[in-house]
């Protein structure tokens, strides 16, 4: 069975920083990419950021360019979401997803029918 379990969210105050993980199952890391989403209430759901199947690609919405990585240990079965100098703005239910397609490179910007299965999210708030 395919999974995808997020994990490593909470409240933090502005400037502060969180490291989210995404732990998978059912399939093997290394032949699809991850995409990471978020939803602010009220909001649609909205890309933040994916990493390619090798991990040699990287994508990020240009609000979180340069205070957010990705990366991804194999091994582990776990994709990261390393945040930091955060928002008010950045608050939100984070989402991992897997890309559809075997061993191909995502398009960017991402569209949600892109990705077949989702985490169940976890939230992340960035309050004083």
């Known amino acids: 069975q395919v999974q995808l379990v997020e994990s490593g969210g909470g409240l933090v105050q502005p400037g502060g920083s969180l490291k989210l993980a995404c732990t998978v199952s059912g399939f093997a890391l290394g032949h699809y990419a991850i995409g990471w989403f978020r939803q602010a209430p009220g909001k649609e759901r909205e890309g933040v950021g994916c990493?390619?199947?090798?991990?040699?690609?990287?994508n990020y919405a240009d609000s979180v360019k340069d205070r957010f990585t990705i990366s991804k240990d194999n091994t582990r079965n776990t994709v990261y979401l390393d945040m930091k100098s955060l928002k008010p703005e950045d608050t939100g239910v984070y989402y991992c997803a897997k890309y559809r397609i075997y061993d191909a490179l995502y398009f960017w910007p991402p569209a949600l029918d892109q990705y077949d299965v989702w985490g169940q999210g976890t939230q992340v708030t960035v309050s004083s």
């Open positions: 990493i390619s199947n090798s991990g040699g690609n990287r």
